[in-house]
């Protein structure tokens, strides 16, 4: 009896050892392109213009079943447009990539860094539902790099990572003055953008 008795001991000691050893592990996680976006809603009076770029990252980091650090790319090329008609579609496109705003040619990615995520338990209603961490990061557009703080809900569940996000970006923090006097009449694009940020990836095979 007691050798069954220590013998449970010892597997009991095995398996927790092993538990977190796989829990203190680094890994991993790639985004699936196809399905991971960048939403956004520019406004002017009375009205706004909304659409999304894709996002990609190949090195998300995750230790202890927690985020830890990583990189999201976002490619100039990929923004669209929903509201407007499929034929005044292009124009618009073409202007957004233009030295006016994104110039594309010089600049064709954004990138957000993160470099801090604490837990999150506030109620903001300007935030995403279910929001847990408070995440903080550099954004890079235009050349220029500012830090960001926006509330997230992050899910990791083994092989999978999900993550949302709602907040507000002052484009003119980076540079993009177009339009930005309110005197003008007919030609005024409020500084603040909304962001809706909805990213799923997969923990990357070894």
């Known amino acids: 009896m007691k050798i069954v008795f220590i013998s449970a001991i010892v597997a009991s ?8 050893e796989v829990l203190n592990k680094k890994q991993q996680y790639v985004l699936n392109e196809e399905t991971s976006v960048v939403e956004w809603k520019g406004f002017m009076p009375g009205t706004f213009n909304e659409g999304s770029f894709s996002v990609k990252s190949e090195g998300l980091e995750a230790e202890g079943g927690k985020i830890k650090g990583g990189t ?10 929903f509201n407007l008609p499929d034929a005044v579609k292009p124009q618009l496109l073409d202007h957004l990539k233009s030295p006016d705003f994104f ?5 064709p990615e954004a990138t957000f860094t993160i470099t801090k995520l ?17 995440v903080t990061g550099d954004f890079t ?6 830090p960001i703080t926006f509330p997230a809900k992050i899910q990791l569940d083994g092989q999978k990572l999900v993550t949302e996000a709602k907040f507000k970006l002052d484009r003119t923090r980076w540079g993009m003055n177009y339009a930005t006097d309110p005197k003008a009449e007919g030609h005024y694009i409020l500084p603040e953008v909304a962001i809706h940020l909805k ?7 070894e």
């Open 13 to 20: 000691f095995l398996w927790s050892s092993f538990n977190q």
């Open 199 to 205: 990213v799923a990836g997969a923990m990357q095979a």
């Open 141 to 146: 557009m235009l050349g220029k790099t500012n």
């Open 118 to 134: 604490t837990p999150y338990n506030k109620k903001d209603t300007a935030a995403v539902a279910g929001a847990n961490y408070l």
């Open 72 to 81: 999201f790319i976002i490619p100039i090329a990929s923004i669209k447009n």
């Open 103 to 107: 110039n594309m040619a010089l600049h």
